[in-house]
């Protein structure tokens, strides 16, 4: 749980006024990379210089995260293959992580970032119904779930949007059903993330 919280406290402490990069200190502009250290999942801000040199070092301690989100319209997932994953919510999101050398089945709590101990069964399947997730990059790449009500939205998305929903739930959250103003602010966090998402470039459904 602690590997999770470094991950989150980037989006859940307060900003200041001049966001400096974690890595050299130089003062960062709008829309600067982020990194990952896959072993702690801790998220650092960097200045492009140090993304380059970082995230390429040889033995790779940090890695860099995509900055775009890519919307899978045509997903295949049956209300059996998720109630088989036995998730006690609606929101996840499932991400390959090299240190633990396994698939990490993570959801969003009022307490901060949980993740599922039970065997996800039909991840196998589900992956085999749908091959671009074969190509996630571990450790920097997740796929999102929002079976919220009846929306049905698939994204492969960054791990820091990931994490950042995370953190908007933990702010908002009220109350056992969570008020009014977080489930808006979720509903706006997906509206964004789905505007601002590439289509997909290939079939996702294998024939």
């Known amino acids: ?27 960062l502009i709008p829309g600067h990379p982020h990194l990952i250290e896959p072993s702690e999942r801790k998220i650092v801000c960097s200045c492009d210089a140090c993304a380059f040199l970082f995230s390429s070092q040889e033995g790779r301690r940090f890695k860099r995260i995509p900055r775009d989100a890519t919307y899978l319209d045509n997903f295949r997932m049956t209300d ?14 499932f991400f390959h992580s090299t240190p633990d050398s396994r698939l990490i089945a993570m959801y969003p709590s009022p307490a901060g970032p949980t993740e599922s101990t039970l ?28 079976r919220v009500g009846e929306k049905r939205e698939y994204f492969i998305a960054p791990i820091d949007k990931c994490y950042e929903l995370v953190g908007l739930i933990r702010m908002k959250w009220n109350g056992l059903s969570g ?15 789905k505007k601002n998402a590439r289509p997909a470039k290939k079939e996702v459904v294998r024939a």
Do not use: H, Y
């Open 1 to 27: 749980m602690e590997k999770d919280f470094s991950a989150l406290r980037r989006f859940i402490r307060p900003r200041t006024a001049v966001e400096r990069c974690d890595l050299c200190a130089i003062e």
């Open 80 to 93: 059996l293959q998720w109630e088989a994953l036995m998730l006690p919510i609606q929101l996840a999101f």
């Open 119 to 146: 065997a996800l069964d039909s991840w196998d399947e589900i992956s085999n119904d749908n091959a671009v997730l074969q190509d996630l990059e571990p450790d920097v790449e997740a796929l999102l779930v929002n």
């Open 179 to 193: 008020g009014t103003e977080a489930w808006r602010a979720i509903d706006g966090f997906f509206a964004e993330l």
